[in-house]
């Protein structure tokens, strides 16, 4: 049966960019230039001096890995509220509708203050499920949602330089984001299964921004504009970054969200670390603000309004969940 294919990573595709003169000022022109050039051609790069600790995440991947080798039993005493917050099981995510369930596994969580409560203004809000017999958990993932966040907002003020917009253009309503974050959990996958079943389906992500961890194993997929796919594969000590649908939408098409998949051909289990940005759920996404001459492409939307609907459609456990079509 074997796998889904793909090619080898052509390098002049997803470009390598140093955020360092972003980070310290030195030339955040060059930077954001290089950043415009890749989310218009195709919308996946990487990214090195980032500012995260590489070890950090190796202990943050460590309590995740400790996590999702429990039972299941064990795991589902902190299963996904009605707030998407907690362990969501295998094949409760669905990215297309004529796709298999995927087979990864996740434990997403969101902001919360020191005494632990979060936002409650949203149906995509709520507070976090932490297992109690996994004390190091919380911390190692709310400190890479604050520090995965922090990329996310300088990359974001990069993207408005490049687009010849003010700095906080789309930062301007984000004190309370939306942002959501996730340990994601790949078992080896069984070629038996054939070349239909992924890890995750082909699917383009929600939000506005991603920032992705990868780990050693490799697995991630991304798809050209002619059609074709090729790998994504893992490079120390950099983060994969993303466009999502909210920031493609935002740009007019401008900054393309591009299709990307996951499988699992190592033999061995694989984890990445994932941040989904979103700015606060009252934020309106119309591309006039940015392309005033430009009619556009989809009517403007708020942030939280967006995703209800996106999330509606993807997770099988939300369907009993009321949301907002658009």
């Not at 699917?203 to 991630?220: K, P, R, S």
């Not at 430009?294 to 942030?303: K, V, Y």
């Amino acid at each position: 049966m074997g796998y889904a294919t793909a090619a080898r990573l052509d390098t002049s595709l997803v470009p390598m960019i140093d955020i360092g003169p972003l980070r310290d000022g030195s030339n955040p022109g060059r930077v954001a230039q290089a950043l415009h050039q890749a989310s218009r051609d195709v919308g996946f790069l990487y990214v090195c001096n980032h500012g995260i600790d590489p070890g950090f995440l190796a202990q943050a991947r460590e309590e995740a890995l400790a996590f999702f080798r429990q039972s299941q039993d064990e795991k589902m005493r902190v299963a996904i509220s009605p707030q998407h917050r907690g362990f969501l099981r295998p094949g409760a995510a669905k990215m297309q509708d004529d796709a298999r369930p995927d087979l990864k596994e996740s434990f997403v969580w969101g902001m919360e203050d020191a005494r632990g409560q979060a936002p409650q203004d949203h149906p995509l809000r709520g507070d976090n499920r932490w297992p109690a017999d996994r004390p190091g958990l919380r911390g190692a993932a709310l400190r890479y949602l604050e520090e995965s966040e922090a990329v996310a907002r300088l990359l974001l003020q990069g993207f408005a330089i490049g687009l010849g917009l003010d700095r906080q253009f789309f930062l301007r309503t984000s004190a309370r984001p939306m942002s959501r974050a996730a340990f994601v959990y790949y078992p080896p996958q069984d070629p038996s299964l054939g070349p239909n079943q992924f890890g995750v389906a082909p699917h383009t992500d929600f939000g506005v921004l991603t920032v992705l961890c990868q780990d050693a194993v490799g697995g991630l997929q991304v798809q050209h504009a002619d059609g074709t796919w090729f790998e994504a594969p893992p490079v120390p000590g950099s983060l994969v970054i993303n466009v999502g649908d909210l920031l493609a939408r935002w740009t007019n098409g401008v900054y393309r969200s591009t299709p990307h998949r996951v499988v699992n051909t190592s033999g061995q289990e694989r984890l990445s670390l994932v941040l989904a940005f979103a700015p606060d759920p009252q934020t309106r996404v119309d591309a006039r603000e940015v392309f005033p001459q430009q009619e556009p492409q989809a009517p403007a939307i708020t942030c939280g309004d967006y995703l209800s609907w996106r999330f509606g459609k993807a997770f099988d456990y939300r369907h009993a969940v009321d949301t907002t079509a658009r």
